[in-house]
T-cell receptor, first 110, second 112 residues
Framework: DAKTTQPNSMESNEEEPVHLPCNHS???????IHWYRQLPSQGPEYVIH???SNVNNRMASLAIAEDRKSSTLILHRATLRDAAVYYC???????????FGSGTQLTVLP | DSGVTQTPKHLITATGQRVTLRCSPRSGDLSVYWYQQSLDQGLQFLIHYYNGEERAKGNILERFSAQQFPDLHSELNLSSLELGDSALYFC???????????FGQGTRLTVV
């Protein structure tokens, strides 16, 4: 199963863009890239996912490198409510289950 | 609101007891996943059901079992509880393998 590597923590100022990186150098051609986030005392929340092309939704954008060995989650204007642990995951296994690593703790400064 | 409902929200029980956690998936989602989150272990995948059938097992103890019923709701049974079983238990549902997963708000289990 392909693994992902993320920085342990990042800081951002409120109302500024945030770029959260993820490396997945052993990704296979059929692996989707998923991003979830978890706010304190809440269940993980789906953010975005993609396969090859860049993706946009109301929450964020996902930029996928051409060789697919890395991706970047982009929050266009960080708010205090975006402070959370962000997980980059490649669903794997027979159930395509989500295997959570330690993620990136995003701190948003007012 | 993710559309996934977990009950109860909180549960306090004694060591050696048995409890049942319930999960109602989003309408139309056939897949249910169970996860355990403790302070020192992070989110751990326990088990997956698809349309009533067990499809994959993760780090699930033999004292734990689950099932998915014809109406697609799922139950996680934890028996012979130990202090170390205290954790948040989440379920998630999705339509199929590579689609987005939606998580419930979890059940916080405290074993005393």
């Amino acid at each position: 199963d392909a693994k992902t590597t993320q920085p342990n923590s990042m800081e951002s100022n409120e109302e500024e863009p945030v770029h959260l990186p993820c490396n997945h150098s052993t990704i296979s051609g059929t692996d989707y890239i998923h991003w979830y986030r978890q706010l304190p005392s809440q269940g993980p929340e789906y953010v975005i996912h993609g396969l090859t092309s860049n993706v946009n939704n109301r929450m964020a954008s996902l930029a996928i490198a051409e060789d697919r060995k890395s991706s970047t989650l982009i929050l266009h204007r960080a708010t205090l409510r975006d402070a959370a642990v962000y997980y980059c995951i490649l669903p794997s296994g027979s159930a395509r289950q989500l295997t959570f690593g330690s993620g990136t703790q995003l701190t948003v400064l007012p | 609101d993710s559309g996934v409902t977990q009950t109860p929200k909180h549960l306090i029980t004694a060591t050696g007891q048995r409890v049942t956690l319930r999960c109602s998936p989003r309408s139309g989602d056939l897949s249910v996943y169970w996860y355990q989150q403790s302070l020192d272990q992070g989110l751990q995948f326990l088990i997956h059901y698809y349309n009533g059938e067990e499809r994959a097992k993760g780090n699930i103890l033999e004292r734990f079992s689950a099932q998915q019923f014809p109406d697609l709701h799922s139950e996680l049974n934890l028996s012979s509880l130990e202090l170390g079983d205290s954790a948040l238990y989440f379920c998630a549902s999705r339509k199929q393998g590579n689609t987005e997963a939606f998580f419930g708000q979890g059940t916080r289990l405290t074993v005393v």
